[in-house]
């Protein structure tokens, strides 16, 4: 018996939609993370891009547990002298609510190109209304 490689051009690719309201962002992060990667399919193969696209709506709403809203800092480096910014999740709930739940996600995919190509069926949105209904999403629950 040979060991199956997922063809990528005969991989069927299915929608779902995530509602994040009142949902753990590190819950929703990893859930997120498997579906885009294709590990929730059979025929799951680690060099081959097999995940679906998400839809994730209501990002402005997430929670997390504990003191994380004020305790939790995102970093970022302009590349001159002090040019280190620190920003609290509450801070950058309110300025780009979708960012914190994009960065969470994108550090649980894989570096490199088949990283960067799996990151791109993922789209989130700060509101309940999305631009995807033509492709009729499935509604996924994430616990």
């Known amino acids: ?19 994040a309201k009142d949902k753990v962002l590190g819950r929703i992060a990893t859930g997120v993370a498997r579906i885009l990667r294709g590990k929730h399919k059979a025929i799951f193969t680690p060099h081959v891009d ?3 696209y998400v839809v994730i709506i209501n990002a402005k709403d997430i929670r997390v547990t504990g003191k994380k809203m004020e305790d939790k800092l995102y970093k970022r ?4 002298p002090s040019g280190l910014k620190e920003t609290p999740l509450g801070e950058m709930l309110k300025k780009k609510p979708t960012e914190a739940l994009r ?14 190509e799996t990151f791109k069926k993922l789209k989130i949105y700060a509101g309940d209304t999305h631009r995807h209904q033509a492709q009729s999403p499935r509604i996924l629950e994430v616990k």
Do not use: E, Q
């Open 1 to 19: 018996m040979k060991t199956f490689v997922a063809n990528p051009k005969k991989i069927k690719r299915k929608w779902y939609l995530i509602d």
């Open 50 to 52: 097999c995940g679906d």
């Open 103 to 116: 960065h969470a996600i994108k550090g649980m995919i894989p570096k490199g190109r088949l990283g960067r």
């Open 77 to 80: 480096y302009s590349g001159y």
